[in-house]
C-alpha cells in the first residue's frame, strides 16, 4: 500500500540393342545355342536398367519420407523459439485472513489459493509478481497482517510455486520488518528457482547491481523501486531501492550500455485512486527518457490507465501505472479486480520486438455471512480463491459484492483504455 493520498533419376545408358521385346525370342530357342556377344551385351544391359530403375524408386521415395520430417523438426523449433511471453501481476497482499486460510497447524499452503489461475502462469515465460510484504516469519518476528506485515517463509515459497520469476521487493511495506526483515526475505529467494529478484537488498553492493536474465537467446534486465515507506524506522541506507535519480540513471544507463531489454517495476501512485497521479506522470516519463522499454507498476491496489510515452533515442515505452490487487481480502470489489498483463514478443537476432500487449481480468473471492460482514469479522473470511473474471458469475453471486462480471469487464476496459486501446480478454483468449 502507499501512501493515501497518495516460431531426378541418373540419365540412362545409350541404347545399342534391338527393341526390347525382340529379346524373348532369344532367351526361349528349344535347342542350346552358343551365347553370342551380342546377346550377353543385351543381358548386361537390361539388368544395368532394372538397377537403375530401383535405384532410382528407392531414392525418390527416400527423399520424400525424410523431407516431412526435415520440415517439421524446422518449424518446431523455430516456434519454440521466436516468441516470448511476459505477464505482470499486481500486489501480493497476505493480510490476516489470508494467513489464517493458509494455516495447516505449524505450516502454512497458499498454493490453493491460486488453483484456478496456475494454468495462466504455466503458459508464460516471464511472470512478473508484486510480493508486497515481507516473508519473514519467524526469523523477523511472528506472524503478522495490516498494518505492520511479516508473512511466513512460505509465502514466498509459494508464489514461487505458482509461478512467480520475476518479483519485486520494494514496496511502501518492505521495511516493516526493518533490515532483518529484508534479509530474511532475499534469503527466502535465494533459495528458490527464479529470473530475477530485485527491490530489498543486503548491503549496499547488492543494491548496486542489475539484475540480468535471458530468456530464449533475448538478454532482459529488470530493475525495481519504490516510492513511500510506511515505517522509516531504522531504515538503511541500502535496504531498499527507492526513487533516487542518480541510482536509478545509473542503473537504466547500464542495462542500455549492456543491450537488454529493460522491465521496471515501479511502487508508486494515490491508493484506491483509478487516476494516474502527477509523481507517476514525471516519473514514468524519466524512465522512457532513460530507456525503460516496459514499466509495471504497483501500489494502489487498484487498476489504473495504460500509456504509450515517447522515448528520447526513438520509440516509446509502454507503461502499466498499476496492475491492481492479486491476492488479497480486501473489502471493496476495485480491489479484488486485478488480473494478467499480457505482452507477447518476437524475438529475432537475439532481441525482443513487442508484438502485442492485452489484459486478462482476475478476481478475488472470499466468503462470509453479512451478519459477519455487519460485525466486520475480518477473519470469518473463508473458501479464498482467485478466478478468471470470466470464469467468475458463480462466485460472485455467493459474494456480498453485488456486482456482475459483465459491470466489472465495462469498468476494467473503461479504465485501462482511457489512452490507449487494451484489449480486455477472456480466459479461453489467453
Known amino acids: 500500500m502507499i501512501r493515501n493520498k497518495h516460431s531426378s533419376d541418373p540419365p540412362q545408358a545409350q541404347r545399342t540393342v534391338p527393341a526390347i521385346e525382340q529379346v524373348p525370342q532369344e532367351i526361349v530357342m528349344p535347342e542350346p545355342q552358343p551365347r553370342t556377344k551380342r546377346g550377353g551385351v543385351v543381358l548386361l544391359i537390361l539388368g544395368l536398367l532394372i538397377l537403375a ?6 531414392i525418390m521415395h527416400a527423399k520424400q519420407a525424410k523431407a516431412p520430417d526435415e520440415k517439421n523438426s524446422t518449424a518446431s523449433s523455430a516456434s519454440s523459439s521466436t516468441k516470448i511471453r511476459l505477464i505482470a501481476s499486481g500486489d501480493e497482499l497476505p493480510h490476516d485472513s489470508v494467513n489464517a486460510n493458509a494455516a495447516t497447524g505449524t505450516t502454512y499452503n497458499y498454493k ?4 484456478e489461475v496456475k494454468a495462466f502462469f504455466d503458459k508464460a515465460d516471464i511472470r512478473f509478481c508484486n510480493q508486497e510484504v515481507p516473508s519473514a516469519a519467524p526469523i523477523a518476528g511472528p506472524v503478522s497482517g495490516y498494518p505492520t506485515f511479516n508473512a511466513p517463509t512460505e509465502f514466498a515459497r509459494d508464489i514461487n510455486a505458482i509461478g512467480c520469476n520475476v518479483i519485486n521487493t520494494a514496496t511502501n511495506h518492505t521495511n516493516d520488518k ?14 528458490l528457482n527464479k529470473l530475477a529478484v530485485a527491490g530489498g537488498n543486503r548491503s549496499a553492493e547488492e543494491q548496486q547491481k542489475v539484475r540480468y536474465f535471458t530468456v530464449k537467446g533475448v538478454k532482459f534486465a529488470f530493475l525495481a ?3 513511500y515507506n510506511n515505517d522509516t524506522t531504522s531504515l538503511t541506507p541500502y535496504g531498499i531501492n527507492m526513487f533516487d535519480e542518480a541510482l536509478m540513471s545509473k542503473q537504466l544507463a547500464e542495462a542500455q550500455a549492456a543491450g537488454a531489454y ?4 515501479m511502487h508508486w501512485g494515490t491508493e484506491y485512486s483509478p487516476d494516474i497521479d502527477a509523481e507517476q506522470t514525471q516519473w514514468g516519463q524519466f524512465l522512457a527518457d532513460h530507456g525503460a522499454n516496459i514499466v509495471l507498476g504497483t501500489g494502489p491496489h487498484v487498476l489504473e490507465p ?9 520509440g516509446d515505452t509502454l507503461v502499466w ?9 480486501q473489502l471493496d470489489i476495485e480491489s479484488l479486480i486485478g488480473g494478467f498483463a499480457v505482452m507477447d514478443f518476437k524475438v529475432s537476432g ?17 466468503e462470509w455471512t453479512v451478519e459477519q460482514k455487519a460485525k466486520s469479522d475480518l477473519l470469518a473470511r473463508k473458501n479464498l480463491k482467485l478466478y478468471p473474471l470470466d470464469k467468475a458469475a458463480a462466485p460472485l453471486a455467493r459474494s456480498q459484492n453485488n456486482t456482475t462480471v459483465e459491470a466489472q469487464t465495462k469498468r476494467i476496459t473503461d479504465v485501462l483504455n482511457t489512452y490507449i486501446t487494451v484489449p480486455v480478454i477472456t480466459s479461453s483468449q489467453y
Request: aromatic content about 20%; cysteine-free.
Open 321 to 329: 501505472y498499476s496492475l491492481g490487487n492479486m491476492l488479497n481480502t
Open 350 to 366: 537475439g532481441k525482443a520486438t513487442l508484438d502485442k500487449f492485452e489484459f486478462m481480468p482476475t478476481y478475488m473471492h472470499y
Open 306 to 314: 495504460v500509456k504509450k510515452l515517447p522515448r528520447a533515442g526513438g
Open 112 to 115: 490453493p489459493f491460486f488453483s
Open 178 to 191: 526493518h533490515q532483518a526483515g529484508i534479509d530474511a526475505t532475499q534469503n527466502e529467494w535465494d533459495k
Open 225 to 227: 523501486y519504490n516510492y
Open 262 to 265: 529493460t522491465l521496471v517495476s
Open 53 to 58: 530403375a530401383f535405384a532410382g524408386y528407392w
